[in-house]
């Protein structure tokens, strides 16, 4: 299959052409390629010995001493250097003998397909030419046939008209000799020049065009070579597996061996040894704790009212943790087993100790379990927090009883005047001991459980203790809200008021998430509420028996001198009835609507055992139990009062909702309405005489230290002749000190201190003010508060000017 036999053809001359085109254009692209990768691999090399330097350079010294794997770092970074020298090394050469050889065979390439094309053309040329003059004889041929042919025929025509002689035969013979001389030369010229084309069209066929194809093909075919070492240059210089490249990677794999993880930290270990660290104890500070009166205790949850929501709210959400966290634990335990005892690959070394599943489920398993440790522990303390207070009602943890004890205090103050409400009958006392104390005589009663022995808190001792009286059968259908010492829903505040005497006790409602539950509240080192347990059976116990009343509870725990609960210790020496002024709603019989206030109706009522009329302010039943609080410190504070100008409190009604504070009925109502529709009707002197009642109120309140804050016209009551009385006492404090409120909607502008308003205006005087009186009230306005007059000046100024009116009052 060679040039010379197939590629003889004119389509294949062309093809050969063409061919050697697009090889010189092959080369042409291996040049610029050449060129490019001769480039790549110079830029390589510099990026790499740079990137070796840098991390040389950042290789920390000191810190690293003794470290095999920074040694071998910096070994690894200087056989980099030399891969990226050899990388240069390589890219010179094929520069320096790749390149320079493809130029040169370029330029033999294109001569030598110069060369070809110039010698077919010759020898194509010359066949061609012979052709032509092949073609050219024969025409020459035919010429001299025909000239021939008509000189013949003259001179036989000639010779036939004039016999053999002659001078025009003569003639005609000489023409037809020379005609036939110039056929026959003509003749021979063609016959050898025949046999010129026969033999150049046989050698051009057969020698002349395969031997300029065959010599082509070997020319070409030695490109091919050439061609195929200039790759093979490049190939060997491209080889990253060469023997020198496979040097370095020895070398380096040599480093690596050096670097052995447990002889790693050798120097370093010996260098830094230390001692295992101590435990840090966290101690609790015991400093922050000592303002607290006791209720905040060192290391000991503090349950209260304040905190016993977000205990159990936090001891859920722990327990909810815990079970995730379990739960998570499990999982990952179950995949870590799996992933242990799982086939492990031969690169696994690495994965197994560093980053495989394993290890990290067991760090994460560890982490879990240290989480779920601290939950446990703080679930524990938290549960054993919430235990310990057992049936004990929540304690209150913030105690409003301070203003309590003021009052209490002041009350104390008073002596023992019949107004003195908070005192309690000795009498009434005795009769309630003797009360309770008969049905536990009767010791064959069934649901009385055996009296257990008498502890050292035996009431033997007990003042209080009455072992008189005449045998109350328990069949006594008597029920709970008929006892005494059963003080219905009498805010905690006052019953903390009314037990002031270790063994004190009393029994109130109270309501939480909408459940009534019955407190046992006892004075016991500070005052212990226990709600009342209910049993399956709806039975009644503490954490003692159970009984089907529980009346009959408490009469048990009275008798048994047994503490309501371990915890507590508490126990019942000294049942406190109720004060006075505590009546039982049924008491009261409202009639009709006097009006209406900040927490509820104002009736007209009757007192069913007296007849007598009242008023009574109501509390809505819908009201927060901070509101409900709030109502009844006016109760709280009217007690403490008697006088003719301050409206007089008969009673509370605490035993169900809605809660009542019951006072006498003032039937003039507001002073404001009154005045707003009589004032026209009244004398100067009537007038005068209403304002020295406010002043002679006012001056009682302030002989007891008590700050109205809400002293108007339409906060007093105008009673029968005019009398007016100090009301609504719903702002007043105790106070050492006035206390400017802030926010306050209903402020009574004309009546408050400048300074309280921050406020320039002064009421002008109202027609037919006396000047004296205007006078007062502008001393009243006086910007500094030690300039006014009190209230004992301002009703001795009134009283002079009652008296000058000549007003008789009595
Ligand atoms: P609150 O203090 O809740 O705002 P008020 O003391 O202002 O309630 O009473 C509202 C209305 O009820 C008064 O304006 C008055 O008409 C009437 N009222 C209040 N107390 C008595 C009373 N003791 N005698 C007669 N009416 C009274």
Redesign the pocket.
Known sequence: MGFSVHLQGKIAHEALLSRQDAEIRLMDSMKRWIVNKVKCDRDYAISLSSTAAQGLKTTPGDDLAGSLVATSWRSIMEELDNTAKQIRQNADSIESKALDALNSLNVEKRKVRKLYQEEHTRILLQFTHLSDEVNRKKTEYQKYLELYKLMRSRFEEHYVKSGRGGRKLDDVRDKYQKACRKLHLTHNEYVLLLCEAVEFEKDFRTVLLPGLLEHQQSLQEAFILSLKHILQEIANNSDLSSEKFREIHKRIENCLDTIKPHEEYKDFTEKYKSTPAEPIKFTFDESLVEDSAGKLLPNQLTVDNLTVEWLRTKLNDLEASIKENQEKRNQLTNSHEGLANGKTTPTSEINNRLSTNVDTSKKEINELKCQERKMLKQTELIKSALNELGCEEVPSGCDLSLDNQTFISNSSEQGGSETHLSKRSPFNHQKLVKMLRKPFRRKSAPSSPVAPPRTRHSRSDSAPRSEGGDPVSITTNKSLVDEEWFHGVLPREEVVRLLTTDGDFLVRETTRNDECQTVLSVCWGGHKHFIVQTTAEGHYRFEGPAFPSIRELILYQFNSSLPVTGRSGAILYKPIPKERWELNNDDVNLLDK??????GD?YRAQLKNSNEIV?V?TCRVTLPEEHKKKFLQ?GRILKQYDHPNI?KLIGICVQKQPIMIV?????G??LLTFLRKKSSNLTDAQLMKMCLDAAAGMRYLESKNCIHRDLAA??C?VGYNNVVKI??F?MSREEEEYIVSDGMKQIPIKWTAPEALNFGYRMPAPDNTPDEMYRLMVRCWEYKPEVRPNFEQIYTVVDTLCAAYRVSFL
Do not use: T, Y
């Open positions: 006097l009006g209406r206030g900040n927490f104002v008023a302010k006016e409206v006072m006498e009925l003032v039937p109502g507001s339409r906060n009551l009301s609504d719903g």
